[in-house]
């Protein structure tokens, strides 16, 4: 704990004298008789210094994470900082998405009052929110439908240079699947839950098929195909898990990303999420997806937005505006693989039951 140096005054210690003189608004500057200020660009600013602000929040928290799994060995009481730090990035989150509501009271018209003023800025140039995102796991190559030289083309060359090395860093996906294949309590001399697993996923399965079969003479042509169609998929689905080759073929198709060991141990968490030694790891997953889902919905949003306050025009930064935002909201994901999981789940009552020795290590115990 830091001791009292002396006495402080909250507006040197918040540097609100400079703080504060940072709206320039370009139409001020170059306002005349016919061509006033633009009310609303001050708005337009602060919004978007306050997005940058938040960025920066956001990024101080998400480096202290990987820091902690940039370790050899993440401690037990580390996996609650990592959640209290992911948590409070979630709720950043919801505070920028709320933000566009604020931006929104700015109508087209008055946007265009000053938007030439901006040609060629755009949000392509906010470094700290590129970072977050490479540093989460979706750099450059990762993104879809995007063009990389035009992506980075919009940067300058030390803003394109500090990307370039970022991308060559470890990022919070690396992080999370080698934390996930170090994962115990999977296979022991006495358990081996994959093989418990599959024998439960194949009982279910077989009874899903003599369910089909017992009604399938009540179906059209059409509907039978469909539904032995689907017993396959479903069937070719789950194998994909228990065979390396399968799960490869997965992976290079672009349906996955995970190893298939860190698949099946993130799995294992899921299925087994109300053990104690298991219910961190779990809320570390579920904020993980919470982030993707909300810079998802928060690009959507964005989207409608450039939407309805440019039509179709092109971006200020030379983008197609709008239908560039919507198809990055809708490819643009990191931790999908986790959200997939849902597919591999089973009721609990048909769950492999886990040994004593095993459920006491998941456990907390005392004596």
């Known amino acids: 704990m830091h001791k009292n140096q002396g006495p402080v005054y909250y507006n040197d210690y918040l540097m609100l004298d400079q703080f504060l003189d940072c709206q320039k608004p370009l139409s001020k500057k170059y306002a005349d008789s016919e061509n006033p200020e633009a009310h609303d660009e001050t708005l337009f600013i602060i919004v978007h210094q306050a997005y940058e602000l938040w ?33 409070r990035i ?18 087209p018209m008055d946007f265009l009052e000053f938007r030439s003023l901006l040609i060629p800025a755009s949000g392509f140039q ?46 919070l996906f690396q992080y999370l699947q080698e934390w996930l294949e170090r994962t115990p309590f999977t296979i022991s001399k006495e358990f081996n839950f994959w093989n418990e697993y599959q024998a439960a996923v194949k009982l279910i399965l077989n009874e899903d098929e003599q369910t089909v079969l017992s009604n399938i003479a009540n179906l059209s042509e059409q509907q039978k195909q469909m539904q032995i169609e689907n017993l396959k998929v479903t069937k070719d689905t789950f194998d994909s898990l228990f065979s390396d080759e399968a799960h490869q073929k997965v992976v290079d198709a672009g349906g ?3 190893s298939r060991k860190a698949t ?34 928060w690009r959507y949003r964005h989207a409608l937005m450039a939407q309805r ?16 935002l919507k198809k990055a909201a809708d490819n ?20 492999p039951k886990i ?13």
């Open 90 to 107: 979630r709720k950043i989150q919801n505070l920028i998405s709320g933000q566009l509501e604020v931006l929104e009271t700015m109508t």
């Open 126 to 171: 906010s470094m700290q929110f590129r970072e977050i995102e490479i540093k989460l796991g979706l750099g450059t190559h990762n993104r879809q439908n995007v063009d990389r030289e035009f992506f980075s083309g919009r940067l300058s060359q030390k803003d394109r240079d500090k990307l370039t090395a970022l991308e060559g860093s470890s990022n």
């Open 256 to 258: 996955r990303k995970l």
């Open 332 to 351: 643009n994901r990191v931790f999908l693989d986790l959200f997939n999981l849902s597919t591999y789940l089973i009721p609990r009552s048909r769950l």
């Open 264 to 297: 099946l141990n993130a799995l294992f968490i899921m299925l087994y999420r109300d053990e104690p030694m298991l219910t961190l790891p779990f809320q570390m997953m579920t904020l993980m997806m919470d982030i993707d889902e909300n810079f998802t919905t």
């Open 55 to 87: 960025f920066k929040q956001m990024l101080h928290d998400l480096n202290s994470v990987l820091a902690i799994f940039s370790k050899n060995k993440v401690e037990d009481s580390d996996v609650g900082t990592v959640v209290q730090r992911l948590e």
């Open 309 to 324: 306050m440019l039509g179709t025009k092109i971006g200020t930064g030379g983008s197609s505006g709008h239908a560039y």
């Open 355 to 367: 040994p004593d020795a095993i459920k006491k290590q998941l456990n907390f115990n005392y004596v």
